[in-house]
């Protein structure tokens, strides 16, 4: 039957993955979109960053997935254009009609206008930047094993995240474990255990987002895993050889010297967003997002859905949902729902976020969450975190494979997946000479294509 | 005591740890210079090629390797000069002297002068290349998947393999069981199953290092798996979209119409070789070897000794060692035996290879293999191979780990490691118009950028 509604997902993601599979009763056609093979688990990439985890252990094949739901196909392509009127979504070779469409392509890193600090400070989104990550921070220490200059060591080893969100606490602490543990005895002229790890955070306390006293103990967890948080802080310039900081009510900025700058500050819409925006007259949402019904769907047009990072659903009037795997799934689940509604031509409900809880990782007994209004730290949050997200892991197998690496590297400190890959083997940037920072406020900014 | 004897060892291979193990009692310095901070257990890399295992599993950071061998350090650098009159390693940003110098470089491919073709048709030597062929492959049912011309879909399913020995014959078996196997259920356009599978092989059977029946038996076995076998036939051009070939006693080349061409034919010696013998006045080996003394040293420099793939040793006149671990590990630990020979003011040995056997692995249940002189072919040698492998790879966690994933690849067919990862997203490259082969002896040479 060529007559089944069309429904287009774009984007494997939580939300779009989900959406896929509640419909797989459906008398529909699904077709799934993506740039990429793989459904990601995001939660744990800071892992894969970190060399815990391999990228397959944290991914698994859409069509795998899906292999099972006849009514499903899988595409790879990347999407240009969405045209909402004439209802077609153009791909790079191709154009697909739809007569409903699931918009679920996430966010993606905001540099707050600084689009040029994202060579120098990656973001953690894709695979891609996990696996660069990994190569700056192995390829740090090991630029500083051969380094005969104390001060370039110094600066080697010294790395600084932006950002006191989850993932910015989360890399924090697992840079300190390997600093402190991981490598502790692999170098011979340096001592990795040297390494200062250094959070930036604009507000008083990382992990903001949470209530009292959990920021106060993330931080007292970090200080105590060895990572340096700096408070109400913003960053204002990242360099090649340092960054820039101004502290909340000093007038005089200052600079940390660094050469690894990860960047966890901030996301925003993907950039479908601005295009749907212009052809619906919405205006964005914070981060770019677009703002929908209350059941998921555009105002102007109830035949497409956005889900997840990308929507601006106002919550219980408190802003919009966050940018976490429960809300897209929920939402995914809620889109598929209103379709099926309108095919039994019953009316649509609204969507309600069912919150149980969210939780961040620190590192090895440190974590703080919210479960079912109940707030845990320290070691009961992290044994519930590892619980949760073994559950989570999508495929048996990387189940298992994921409790393995991480039993082992609980044991043993050791983290199999330190390869540095992809790129040029990790060279002492040449310095131009560069006088100190207070003599020199005009500050060069040193310009290199090497990183 | 700085006046310990500098070893310094180029290449962190089987020949080279095993060098640097064997020494590790040794009063003496050590130093291990590889561009890569992991020893890659190179025989299991067509796995990673085929999906079925991650980088990180065939992998091992050398400096845990060497983390309690207190007298050896690891640097990372690439070599660029060796200079040996005046014992100085040059890399990148530094020197260093040595007193005695271990070669242990390995091979490159070698294209038989069409380097052009290395483009087109990716070996399998480093990480990189297999996850650079996993890409392809997938890439090209993906392609197929969203094709929307037969012919084309035809030619993407086409894969060709050049070299049937061992690495060719791997990757012609794991190929064929991603296509009637893995990916059986996942597509909804093009059936997996359709892909032809080839193999071209110049003499008359694949693995024809082996002795009679084996060569025969894994013809067999690669058919049952569904490969096809073309024997007697070079490659003359390898081309975006087609690959030409010359049987031998036919006067026309033919043509295989394709977008997948691996190869697998032949390997030379690491670009080092060549600045070596010009320094020493020696004539290249065959694959551009370097002649070593039955000490494995240098005739004109006895502190230098080069092995593994990097050396020519003439073994009871049977002509060159073949490239592989074993014989590696046995020149690497007869090095070290020479050095501590040297320190005694004993004597040195001569080098005698102690050939246990090899084995070459087709598909599931298909392997064929010489044991103490005994031959083996299909189950037996299968199992023996699984055996053997899991035995030799280096670390306790990685053999967990491989363990598991072997034995769900082989209860389910399913291969986790199935991301395409690192480049641009598999696209239908853009066509010239051409006609025929038979009207076009002049065969335009399709230019793409894309692949």
């Known amino acids: 039957m060529n007559s089944n509604l069309q429904i287009v997902i774009l984007g494997g993601g939580f939300a779009g993955l989900q959406a896929a599979r509640s419909l797989r009763r459906a008398n529909v056609d699904l077709t799934i979109i993506d740039r ?126 932006v950002g006191g969100g989850p993932t910015g606490c989360e890399l924090a602490g697992a840079i300190a474990e390997i600093a402190r543990h991981t490598l502790k005895n692999d170098f011979r002229t340096i001592n990795p255990a040297d390494a200062r790890i250094v959070l930036i955070e604009p507000s008083e306390y990382p992990l903001d987002v949470y209530a009292q006293p959990l920021p106060g103990k993330a931080a007292q967890q970090l200080q105590r895993l060895g990572v340096e948080v700096i408070s109400r802080t913003r960053v204002t310039g990242i360099h090649q050889t340092h960054v820039e900081l101004l502290t909340e009510g000093k007038e005089q900025a200052w600079r940390i010297n660094t050469r690894t700058v990860l960047w966890a500050a901030g996301v925003k819409a ?53 940018g976490l795997a429960p809300v897209a799934t929920q939402m995914g689940a809620h889109a598929a729902k209103c379709i099926i509604a309108d095919l039994n031509e019953r009316p649509r409900t609204a969507f309600h976020y069912r919150d149980r809880g969210s939780m961040a990782v620190i590192g090895r007994y440190s974590a703080v969450g919210v479960i079912g209004g109940w707030k845990f730290y320290g070691f009961v949050a992290w044994f519930l975190w590892l ?18 690496q991480w039993g082992w590297t609980f044991l043993t400190h050791d983290r199999s997946a330190r390869l540095i890959l992809d790129g040029p083997t990790p060279r002492i940037p040449q310095l131009a000479e560069t006088t100190g920072w207070d003599n020199d406020p005009a500050m060069p900014h040193v310009e290199s294509t090497e990183r």
Chains 1, 2 share one sequence.
């Open 36 to 161: 990429r093979n793989f459904h990601l688990f995001q939660p744990l990439l800071y892992q894969v960053a970190t060399g815990e985890l391999s990228p397959a252990n944290i991914s698994a094949p859409l069509r795998a997935l899906l292999r099972k739901q006849k009514n499903a196909r899988v595409l790879l392509g990347e999407v240009q254009v969405v045209d909402l009127n004439n209802k077609v979504v153009c791909l790079t070779d191709r154009e697909i009609a739809y007569d409903y469409l699931i918009v679920a392509l996430g966010s993606v890193h905001h540099y707050f206008g600084h689009d040029d600090w994202e060579k120098i400070a990656p973001g953690l989104k894709t695979i891609e930047n996990a696996t660069e990550i990994r190569r700056q921070l192995l390829g740090a220490f090991e630029a500083a094993e051969r380094s005969p200059n104390p001060d370039e060591i110094r600066d080697l080893l010294t790395f600084v995240i």
């Open 270 to 322: 993907s950039p479908i967003a601005a295009s749907l925006l212009r052809q619906t007259e919405l205006t964005s949402a914070r981060g770019g997002r677009i703002p929908v019904q209350n059941d998921t769907s555009l105002q102007s047009h109830p035949n497409v859905f956005v889900l997840g990072d990308l929507a601006s659903f106002n919550h219980d009037e408190k802003g919009d949902l966050p």
């Open 387 to 404: 619980a949760v997200h073994l559950m989570y892991i999508t495929m048996f197998r990387n189940r298992m494979l994921v409790l393995v």
